[in-house]
């Protein structure tokens, strides 16, 4: 790995790494949908007490752990524990999708929590790399470049709404970077952890 050139302040990378979808888990079909679509046809549109009776979905959580690294799908950063999944469709707007494998993003409790039921907030399954930013002089994460308005509000609204720049996150990115310079960890410990950053630091690298 090349040595690290200064970073000026205010200086950005480019964004939160677009996660894709993992294949369908061949239990799920039996362990959640079958279970969920039976509860739908006897309740098309539960409330959130009964949804919590029925809540197959807990079913999937170490599928989702092991399909995407335990990274969560919103932060990018490496959390094996307290961690959830995410209804990216709330279930209160579309119960039909309570229980589709397609619908569930693995989330920190946290953000999955600060998410809750807004339908603002984008998904990591169709964002572009380049719509965020990491300023690696705060660890802030921000708009990216050249954005039209109408994504960079989208962007906005989303660091708002999951709370992302909040002290807890700006400090573990900064823990994770500490020891990536340090030399603690290696570059590609950190791709495999914290994909984000590690795009960020690559792109600020000069040889």
């Keep these: 790995m090349a040595a690290l050139a200064p970073l000026s302040r205010g200086e950005r990378g480019q964004g939160?790494?677009?996660?894709?979808?993992?294949?369908?888990?061949?239990?799920?079909?039996?362990?959640?949908?079958?279970?969920?679509q039976a509860y739908l046809r006897t309740?098309?549109?539960p409330n959130a007490k009964q949804f919590g009776r029925h809540a197959y979905?807990?079913?999937?959580?170490p599928w989702l752990k092991a399909a995407h690294g335990n990274i969560c799908a919103f932060s990018c950063l490496w959390i094996p524990g307290q961690c959830s999944v995410d209804h990216y469709?709330?279930?209160?707007?579309?119960?039909?999708?309570?229980?589709?494998?397609?619908?569930?993003?693995?989330?920190?409790?946290?953000?999955n929590s600060n998410k809750g039921e807004s339908t603002r907030v984008l998904d990591p399954f169709q964002i572009q790399n380049e719509w965020f930013a990491l300023d690696l002089a705060n660890l802030y994460v921000g708009p990216g470049a050249g954005l039209d308005q109408a994504t960079r509000t989208r962007v906005e609204e989303t660091i708002a709404i999951l709370r992302l720049n909040d002290?807890?996150?700006v400090e573990y990115r900064f823990e994770v970077l500490r020891e990536f310079l340090d030399g603690t960890v290696a570059f590609d410990f950190l791709q495999?952890?914290?994909?984000?950053?590690a795009a960020e630091v690559a792109r600020q690298t000069r040889a």
């Design 16 to 36: 939160l790494i677009r996660t894709t979808l993992s294949p369908e888990p061949s239990r799920f079909g039996a362990d959640v949908r079958a279970k969920g």
């Design 192 to 197: 495999r952890r914290y994909p984000f950053i």
């Design 43 to 45: 309740k098309p549109k």
């Design 57 to 61: 979905w807990k079913a999937a959580l």
């Design 89 to 111: 469709e709330p279930k209160s707007v579309r119960p039909d999708l309570a229980y589709e494998w397609s619908n569930y993003r693995l989330a920190t409790d946290r953000i």
């Design 167 to 169: 002290e807890v996150w």
